[in-house]
C-alpha cells in the first residue's frame, strides 16, 4: 500500500499555518491578547506551531518514500 496520510497533513497544517501566521503580522490589533500583563500575538504563535508541524510531516512524508525494489 502507498498510502501516505502525512502528506496531505503536512500540505493542510502548513497552508493553515501560513494564513495564521500572515493574519497574525498583519492584523496586530485585532489578535493581541493580554494574559497577567503581557500583550502576545497568539494568532502568530499559534500558526507558526502550526506551520512548523506541516513542515515536519511533509520532512518525514518525503523522507519516507523508498524506491520500489526491481521486478
Do not use: C, H
Request: charged share 15%; aromatic share 8%.
Amino acid at each position: 500500500m502507498g498510502l501516505d496520510i502525512r502528506l496531505p497533513i503536512g500540505l493542510m497544517f502548513s497552508l493553515l499555518g501560513v494564513l495564521l501566521t500572515g493574519y497574525g503580522a498583519f492584523n496586530r490589533a485585532g489578535s493581541i491578547t493580554k494574559i497577567d500583563g503581557q500583550e502576545i500575538n497568539i494568532n502568530l504563535i499559534w500558526g507558526v506551531v502550526l506551520l512548523v508541524f506541516g513542515a515536519l510531516m511533509l520532512l518525514g512524508a518525503t523522507r519516507s518514500r523508498k524506491t520500489p525494489p526491481p521486478a
